[in-house]
């Protein structure tokens, strides 16, 4: 509909006014309007097809009818075999059976509880925790308890008090709370540990106890039975070696599941997983283990779906949680390319079919056949066995060849006996790796050291007061009037929580270097100062050099764990173990370490 604009002049002739351009503007509104004829909209949203000629020539065009086989698949069916782990070798141990009653990051990382320290006791909670346990026994018994045997045990395995003027009770004596315990404890209660560790060297529970006519010897000796299955049963340690490597900084095993040896050369610590393992071909446990037992199964395959998939019908409304169109690649993000083009092209043509294993086995597929909606049954081959071009190679879930990445991967899955939650306690020991590139060192920090009565303690905060215990026994003599306007050090001094590696080579090697556990002269007295944490302490009392490899330490550092770990198995029972676990540090560091200095 067209209307003349209202004005005061009016036009008649509105053509030639417009072709004259008689007047500077002109105003017209067009309006169009739809009427609907009905009010049944179902055959609009229907969205027909008018010309179906044009339909199928636009298919045929963009390729629409080049036919494939690609019959949907309707039944699948499977043949896996399976063998559980039987045996376990501790990192160049000898190998012994795998026990089935408790998950196997716990036969990974335990390891033996530290007791001594520099030839002397320490972790009092553990050895007051056993005596306390001991004396329970005795109590519960009212023969034994009216005989009072409970002070000829405290006298037989008594707590020593510490001496102030030895240096490795320094740092019991250091720390008040440390030192007004062990007051409080010594000639009051018993070393447990210490009756623990003689009947576990085949001693008895009765030996050196006087006790008349030796009526009671056969009930002391049954309650120390008692004591060492409760102790062993309390927290989970290794009967032979440890699986802890300290020259790598890392847990080291092996398991043997049938004629399959397994080996986990670089296990961190923490959750143990499938990709922790390798094959390791010609190697052997000892003895083969329990046959493989093979599984067959009829399954129905199901179409793949995920968040954000492109729905097959056309008014589907699509789940807008995952916006596939703001995933910009670059031309060279082959990820996410690839990731595209499954989600948007592909995504339709993948199926999945059910298979429940049990944790805890080393399982393979034998064979997968599958039946489509034609009736044609097909045997599916794996997707690397193509051979060739690395594209038909393509694989996953699959386990290298320890020493041989080159070799053939296998195709065996491990489903290792894992639990679904591990709760860590606090660090007992904390130790940074890091390197100093200013000193050309690598300093082992201790910034968490375990104290007698079983709590962690900042290692600054130790050494501080080890420290000043030293400057109490040996006072700094007076110093003499200044000879000259400046002073001459050798060398500065760093806190004593950190211990020096060097580097130094590797025997029969002029290239390869490796870091020795070096030692920083004490600024009160000038002796050595020895590390406080087992990590670092390897064969310190028995003499004998620590060595670690010089990969294990990048410029990035290497962080180390020693701590508590507690889980429930399947039956409820709970498992506690004390292992070590390795991360990543936080970068290189800065001793402030100098030579010749001069000061005033």
């Known amino acids: 509909m067209t209307e003349p604009v209202a004005t005061e002049t009016r036009i008649v002739d509105l053509a030639g006014a417009l072709r004259d351009r008689e007047h500077p503007a002109v105003g017209v509104w067009n309006r169009l309007e739809g009427r609907p004829r009905t009010t049944d909209f179902a055959r609009a949203l229907r969205a027909e097809v008018r010309d179906a000629l044009w339909m199928l020539t636009r298919q045929w065009q963009l390729g629409e009818f080049t036919g494939a086989d690609a019959g949907s698949p309707v039944t699948a069916q499977y043949a896996v075999s399976s063998a559980p782990p039987t045996r376990f070798r501790p990192g160049g141990g000898s190998p012994e059976p795998l026990p089935d009653d408790r998950p196997l990051e716990t036969v990974a990382e335990r390891q033996a509880l530290p007791f001594t320290f520099a030839a002397e006791p320490v972790a009092f909670d553990l050895r007051l925790a056993l005596g306390r346990r001991w004396l329970r026994l005795l109590d519960q018994s009212l ?55 003689h009947l576990k060297t085949g001693g008895h529970a009765s030996d050196g106890i006087d006790d008349l006519l030796h009526l009671h010897r056969a009930e002391l000796d049954a309650l120390g039975v008692k004591l060492v299955a409760w102790f062993d049963h309390l927290i989970d340690q290794p009967a032979g070696d440890a699986t802890w490597d300290p ?70 409304v699509e789940d807008g949680d995952t916006n596939l169109a703001a995933v910009t690649p670059d031309s060279t993000d082959l990820a996410r390319l690839i990731f595209l083009e499954f989600a948007l092209i592909f995504s339709n043509d993948w199926y999945q079919l059910p298979c429940d294993l049990p944790t805890g086995i080393v399982a393979s597929v034998q064979g997968l056949a599958v039946t489509d909606v034609f009736g044609r049954r097909q045997w599916i081959t794996r997707a690397d066995s193509g051979g060739g071009e690395p594209r038909n190679q393509w694989s996953m879930f699959t386990l290298s060849t320890v020493g041989d990445p080159s070799a053939a991967p296998s195709t065996s899955l491990v489903l290792p ?5 591990v709760a860590d306690g606090p660090a007992l020991e904390d130790v940074y790796l890091v390197r100093d590139e200013n000193a050309n060192l690598v300093w082992g920090i201790e910034t968490t050291v375990r104290m007698d009565t079983g709590e962690g303690q900042p290692g600054d905060e130790a050494a501080a007061e080890v420290t000043a215990q030293r400057l ?3 006072p700094p003599a007076a110093p003499d009037d200044p000879r000259a306007a400046v002073a001459y050090k050798v060398m500065t001094s760093v806190p004593e929580n950190w211990i020096p590696f060097v580097a130094v080579h590797v025997d029969g090697d ?67 173990w004390l292992g070590t676990r390795r991360s990543t540090g936080r970068g290189e560091r800065s001793s402030g370490l100098a030579f010749d200095v001069l000061s005033p």
Do not use: C
Not at 166 to 187: C, F, I, K, N
Not at 528 to 538: G, K
């Open 143 to 197: 023969v034994l308890r009216a005989l009072n045997f409970r002070q000829q045990y405290v006298q037989k395995y008594p707590i020593a008090l510490p001496d102030p003027a030895h240096e490795d009770d320094l740092h019991r004596v250091a720390h008040p709370e440390v030192w007004a315990t062990l007051q409080a404890l010594s000639g009051r209660r018993m070393d447990g540990y210490l009756l623990y560790q």
């Open 247 to 316: 020259r790598r900084l890392e847990h080291s095993f092996a398991v043997a599941a049938g004629d399959q040896v397994l080996a986990a050369p670089e296990y961190p610590g923490g959750d143990l997983d499938w990709h922790d393992f390798s094959v390791s071909p010609g190697d052997s446990l000892g003895s083969t283990g329990a046959a493989p037992v093979l599984t067959t199964r009829t399954v129905f395959p199901a179409p793949v779906r995920y968040s954000g998939m492109p729905l097959p019908r056309w008014w589907a």
């Open 417 to 421: 006996t894992g639990v679904a939650k």
């Open 472 to 474: 109490r026994l040996h």
């Open 510 to 576: 002029n290239r390869s270097v490796q870091l020795q556990r070096a030692a920083m002269p004490s600024g009160v007295d000038g002796n050595a100062v020895p590390p406080r944490t087992t990590l670092l302490r390897e064969g310190f009392d028995a003499g004998r050099s620590y060595f670690v490899h010089e990969e294990e330490v990048p410029r990035a550092g290497t962080r180390l764990t020693l701590a508590f770990s507690r889980t429930r198995w399947r039956d409820g029972r709970p498992v506690v």
